[in-house]
């Protein structure tokens, strides 16, 4: 399993339907909305054995916008990351995608993100 930075993961490229995903993964083990604010919510599929979360946006006509990957085994751009110190992963990620880091850490969780590129880990 490979996540491709601004592609997708495996085949689920960015961009895809809901029907599209269906067809390709089957029927998602959970499927909820996610309430950021009054006017729109994103819905989201969870497909639990292969531990994705996907997200599709109204705003988007309903397309795919967002990936979460908990699978250890996964790899990104074909590195696999979970052996690696932070700093390195951080330092891998500012050279190839050109971009500086932002980190926000919420006490239980710290989040690194690169917002011109819509990652985040």
């Known amino acids: 399993m490979n996540i491709t930075i601004g592609k997708g993961y495996d085949s689920i490229a960015f961009g895809l339907t ?10 998602a083990d959970k499927i909820y909305d996610l309430e950021y604010d009054e ?3 994103d819905i989201c599929f ?12 109204p705003s988007e006509n ?4 967002w990936i979460a990957v ?3 085994n996964c790899k990104i ?4 990351l979970w052996s690696k110190d932070k700093a390195d992963i951080i330092q ?18 710290e989040s690194i993100g690169f917002e011109d590129h819509g990652l985040e880990f």
Not at 62 to 65: A, D, E, Q, S
Not at 92 to 109: A, T
């Open 18 to 27: 809901e029907k599209q995903v269906i067809e390709q993964l089957g029927q």
């Open 39 to 41: 006017a729109e919510n």
């Open 46 to 57: 969870e497909y639990h054995a292969i531990q994705v979360s996907l997200n599709f946006s």
């Open 77 to 80: 751009n074909g590195e696999y």
């Open 62 to 65: 309903n397309r795919l916008i």
């Open 92 to 109: 891998l990620f500012e050279d190839k995608l050109q971009s500086q880091h932002v980190s926000d850490d919420n006490g239980s969780l």
């Open 70 to 72: 908990k699978d250890r």
